[in-house]
């Protein structure tokens, strides 16, 4: 057998009939012309006895082996046993849909965990709450190769046959981290769309060289920190990157001369001054290195525009959809780079006040 083999995982989400798990794998058999290697089943606590008697009965095996000789396959082809049928819940906290919807994710997380697996969910009109949060969770969890559906009947010939209707999928935009309880993720999530119009205060906290926003702690290292301090001292303005960046050099003695004949030469030196004077208040114990920093960030190769790309991401990964506010916007054409967070919500430990330049005109 090829390592490369895709593992076809059947989950079934069957509500009170057993039924209705040989009904989605005959559907999804006949649909796919193709068998299915692993059966699991997602299961109240309190259906779950009930339904493994069924599933787990002779009489059923019967049935399941017959169906599989129909199609030319053997029994033993698929995976399926009382480990494949999931309870959902506990004894105390059976009616709890939060603790069902965290076992419904750890489960459908590690069978999605798997790159051989191609998972498929069939859930029966009457699964309720299962159905509903298995759906969830393949889309948080899920890969563009997995499936969901619905398990419907359609009548031919006074007969009720089993049809699939496939419900069209929204994968999650951010990886889910393992582990990560339901009620977490929900909270994190509605915190992070309320930040879109109601943005917490955006803390810089020198100490800890760390972005604090509401619970959430973005470390940085320790120049990406120094120039989103820089940044958060100039809001609502720019860094007047333009003007900046090449009208400078270092001379051998580590000192920093502006171009003598630029007309916003002063706006420059002033911009210099205020640079330096942060540099040497977050790190008092290095103040010779700034020149070095700031000829590499803004000099005629200058290395800005990366740090600032670097920035956003690590904003997008920590605060999701919830980054927007919070993100630094500008570039090359513009004048320069800025905060989008209002200053009224910006936070400075130590605080330290803004640049006493006279702001560009072409800002």
């Avoid at 943005?199 to 100490?207: E, H, K, Q, S, W």
């Amino acid at each position: 057998m090829s390592e490369s083999r895709v593992f076809r995982v059947l989950v079934a989400a069957p509500g009170s009939s057993p039924a209705a798990v040989i009904d989605a794998l005959a559907a999804l058999v006949t649909q796919d012309h193709q068998p299915v290697d692993e059966l699991h089943v997602l299961a109240s606590y309190a259906m779950v006895e009930q339904l493994s008697a069924k599933l787990l009965s002779p009489g059923f095996t019967s049935a399941l082996t017959g169906h599989y000789q129909r199609l030319g396959m053997g029994r033993s082809d698929i995976l399926f046993g009382r480990r494949t049928i999931h309870g959902l819940g506990g004894p105390e906290r059976t009616h709890n849909a939060m603790s069902q919807a965290n076992d419904i994710l750890e489960t459908i997380q590690a069978l999605c965990r798997d790159d051989r697996n191609e998972v498929t969910i069939v859930a029966a009109l009457d699964a309720g709450s299962a159905g509903v949060l298995a759906y969830s969770a393949l889309q948080l969890v899920g890969r563009p190769s997995d499936r969901f559906f619905m398990l419907e009947y359609v009548s031919r010939r006074r007969a009720q046959r089993p049809l699939l209707v496939e419900l069209p999928m929204v994968l999650a935009e951010r990886a889910l981290s393992t582990g990560q309880r339901y009620q977490d993720l929900a909270a994190s999530r509605q915190l992070a769309r309320r930040r879109l119009t109601e943005p917490g205060v955006f803390r810089l906290n020198a100490r800890r060289r760390a972005v604090l926003i509401d619970d959430l702690e973005v470390s940085l290292p320790r120049l990406q920190f120094f120039w989103m301090f820089c940044l958060a001292t100039f809001a609502p303005r720019h860094i007047p990157f333009r003007i900046l960046s090449g009208h400078f050099d270092v001379d051998t003695h580590g000192r920093i001369v502006v171009s003598p004949h630029h007309p916003q030469r002063e706006e420059i030196e002033g911009t210099i001054a205020h640079l330096r004077r942060i540099f040497v208040t977050l790190f008092p114990e290095t103040p010779d290195e700034f020149a070095m920093v700031l000829r590499r960030a803004c000099g005629t190769a200058p290395g800005l525009p990366s740090t600032i790309a670097k920035l956003n991401a690590h904003l997008k990964r920590s605060l999701g959809i919830g980054a927007g506010p919070y993100l630094i916007a500008g570039g090359r054409g513009v004048p320069g780079y800025r905060l989008v967070v209002p200053p009224q919500r910006i936070k400075l430990e130590p605080m330290v006040a803004g640049p006493e330049v006279t702001p560009s005109r072409t800002e």
